[in-house]
């Protein structure tokens, strides 16, 4: 049969030492579909600062391009943990996205371009202890009180 190379878009390189997972294809594909392939990289996906607001001030934005995104995005988090927090806040504005939503996920593409090549790595005979990560934030976001987890 051979050896396993991808896995519905995940990369997958297996040495003697472990597994190597990691969508460095999938980002090239996402940036060229929403014409970020010539954008500047940043290097973090979200500031500290990033306050987003269901009653942003701005103009609308496609709905379903928006969604698209979010949508591609949450699918990069099955071998990314590093954008789960930036894009569970995005995806919260599904129903009505505006300017400065769309900029917050924009940010997140640009923060993938430059970091492409992060692989998770599974060392080989290592006992796997699976750490979970919750994001409970109930106070901050002062709209409904909910959570973004």
Do not use: W
């Not at 060229?32 to 701005?58: A, Q, Y």
């Not at 990069?76 to 943990?81: E, H, I």
Request: proline letters at 5%; charged letters at 25%; aromatic letters at 10%.
């Amino acid at each position: 049969m051979g050896e396993l190379n991808f896995f519905l878009s995940l990369q997958v390189k297996q040495t003697p030492k472990g597994t190597m997972i990691s969508q460095q294809k999938y980002i090239k594909e996402l940036l060229k579909r929403f014409e970020m392939e010539s954008s500047k990289i940043i290097d973090t996906p979200i500031t500290t600062t990033t306050r987003l607001d269901m009653d942003e001030p701005g103009s609308p934005v496609n709905e379903t391009m928006y969604r698209g995104i979010i949508g591609s995005l949450m699918y990069l988090t099955a071998s990314r943990p590093d954008i789960v927090f930036s894009v569970g806040l995005c995806a919260k504005f599904q129903s009505n996205p505006k300017e400065s939503h769309l900029k917050a996920t924009k940010r997140i593409l640009r923060y993938l371009k430059g970091t492409q090549d992060l692989v998770l790595y599974y060392p080989l005979g290592d006992n796997f202890d699976l750490i979970e990560y919750a994001e409970v934030d109930y106070a901050s976001y002062l709209v409904d009180r909910k959570s973004t987890s």
